[in-house]
């Protein structure tokens, strides 16, 4: 442990217990005890009670506490830039252990997109902790986007035109198909579009994104994108309340053809429009920041992903190529 000595209000030197220091940047990383709380696995009165004895001992304030905001005072923020990379180095240092152990171990922390959590990420979690049994996933699944350092991550997962530059990213899917449909009630009621422009005059189910814009339904011709400006009854933040009004007859849907599939092998949806091109969602990658040294855990998790990403398409093909035959 990396120890640093402080004087206290009588003079005397003190050593603040790793316990204390952990939770002052937790709370100063998150901007929130709640938060701080969460991430360390302990209640937000211990969060507290922890940072209040680090104060007092070290006799000045470090966090300015309102009822609405957490922010470092100078003397914090001082000590948060000094701290910061000792506690990187000493959790390397517990991390290169690893060396000799026959499997890696340790906890791994990651953020992922819900689509990438739902389709991508919950089919492999029992395979990798059967291979990893020594490696703890923490996976918390956020639709905005998170910056994985400020929020003490090892890595996520989200689409490929969200990563920054400056962040490893690793393929783990392909590109995903989107896909329009209705109800048979709603398309013997209303009729089938026969075109994008077509929509227009049809009830339609939209979806906003945490930012506060609304999906817009794209469309390709000749090899370039447009869009329908569309409208209907509902617009909703996650797809599963879509999908239900679609089935339901509320009017048509445009999402992800994964999220679909299910009602159209069900024939609870119908596919609409499958003769145009639509543009398809980025693949989804993990990525981590390129300035850090890989932990043991998040390298045997990168490698298991891609690994089966590479099966996933070798059955692709293989699949492919038997229907050609046949």
């Not at 603040?16 to 100063?28: D, M, Q, R, Y």
């Not at 189910?205 to 209907?232: L, Q």
């Amino acid at each position: 442990m990396v120890l640093v000595a402080f004087p206290n209000n009588g003079g005397a030197m003190f050593t603040p217990g790793f316990s204390e220091t952990t939770a002052l940047l937790a709370v100063l990383e998150h901007k929130s005890f709640t938060k701080a709380a969460n991430q360390l696995g302990l209640s937000p009165a211990r969060i507290s009670e922890l940072v209040r004895n680090l104060e007092e001992r070290l006799g000045m304030r470090l966090i300015e506490r309102t009822t609405r905001s957490v922010a470092a005072t100078m003397a914090g923020e001082h000590l948060r830039e000094r701290l910061r990379p000792l506690l990187e180095d000493y959790q390397a240092t517990l991390d290169s252990l690893n060396d000799f152990r026959s499997k890696p171990a340790g906890p791994l922390r990651l953020t992922v997109a819900p689509f990438a959590a739902d389709f991508i990420l919950a089919p492999l979690v029992a395979p990798f902790v059967a291979q990893y049994p020594e490696i703890s996933l923490d996976i918390s699944v956020e639709r905005a986007f998170v910056d994985i350092v400020e929020g003490r991550f090892d890595a996520g997962i989200r689409n490929g035109e969200r990563i920054a530059r400056d962040m490893i990213a690793v393929r783990i899917s392909d590109e995903m198909p989107f896909a329009v449909a209705a109800s048979p009630d709603y398309i013997a009621q209303h009729g089938r579009p026969q075109t994008p422009g077509d929509l227009t005059k049809h009830a339609c189910i939209r979806f906003r994104f945490p930012s506060g814009v609304v999906a817009p339904w794209r469309f390709n011709k000749k090899g370039r994108a447009f869009e329908v400006a569309v409208d209907g009854p509902l617009t909703a933040t996650e797809p599963a309340i879509g999908i239900r009004a679609a089935v339901d007859g509320a009017g048509l849907i445009k999402l992800p053809l994964v999220f679909l599939a299910p009602e159209f092998a069900a024939g609870r949806l119908v596919p609409l429009l499958d003769n145009w091109d639509q543009p398809k969602i980025e693949g989804f990658h993990i990525y981590y920041p390129s300035r850090r040294q890989i932990r043991a855990p998040l390298k045997a998790f990168v490698g298991f992903l891609r690994d089966a990403y590479r099966r996933t398409k070798a059955g692709q093909k293989t699949n492919g190529a038997a229907a050609r035959a046949g």
